[in-house]
């Protein structure tokens, strides 16, 4: 049963620590999400990948946040530092096209908090 | 722009009550895809439907169904007989025209959370 493998499931950190999630997709998928899901919010897209090339991150705070794709089994998205606003469930999800469309998965989430 | 609206913020039905939940959205795209995801307590992410903006007709699966109406821009999805385990948030979600062969970004609604009571 292929399914997006998001580590770590919960985290708390202090103000300041620098915070690594990572994310394996489904095996074949060649686009990867980054989405956060706050209360004040909802769901919104931090960035995505396309064949391990970043195709968009306007919705990442650039000067703290990072996302990469070291190879086509791992995504990561680094916050240094953290700040308290950045609590929130971050989610991995991948995705491949075909002429039908595309159907996008998720991972459990990452439950981030900093205090 | 693209942009999901779910009016409906909580709903709450008594179990085996019929319940819709509304999705209207906004696009110049003339091909997208709609998507329903269900988020229960335990909050994952789980891929309910996917439907093609050129293929109008409805679906079901089971006690779920779900009517893609392109003239009032709208995609609602309706449990039948609901049951205790449909207590979730659901989220309808819409992206854009898939050109390259990969999968293109969602856009979400706000989500309707779901309360179904004995």
Known sequence: DARVTQTPRHKVTEMGQEVTMRCQPILGHNTVFWYRQTMMQGLELLAYFRNRAPLDDSGMPKDRFSAEMPDATLATLKIQPSEPRDSAVYFCASGSGSYAGNTIYFGEGSWLTVV | ?118
């Open chain 2, 1 to 118: 722009a693209q942009k999901v609206t779910q009016a409906q913020t909580e709903i709450s039905v008594v179990e085996k009550e019929d319940v819709t939940l509304d999705c209207v959205y906004e696009t110049r795209d003339t091909t997208y895809y709609l998507f329903w995801y269900k988020q229960p307590p335990s909050g994952e992410l789980v891929f309910l439907i996917r439907r093609n903006s050129f293929d109008e007709q409805n679906e079901i699966s089971g006690r779920y169904s779900w009517n893609f109406q392109k003239s009032t821009s709208s995609f609602n999805f309706t449990i039948t007989a609901s049951q205790v385990v449909d207590s979730a948030v659901y989220f309808c979600a819409l992206s854009e025209e898939n050109r390259s062969g990969t999968a293109s970004k969602l856009t979400f609604g706000t989500g309707t959370r779901l309360q179904v009571t004995l």
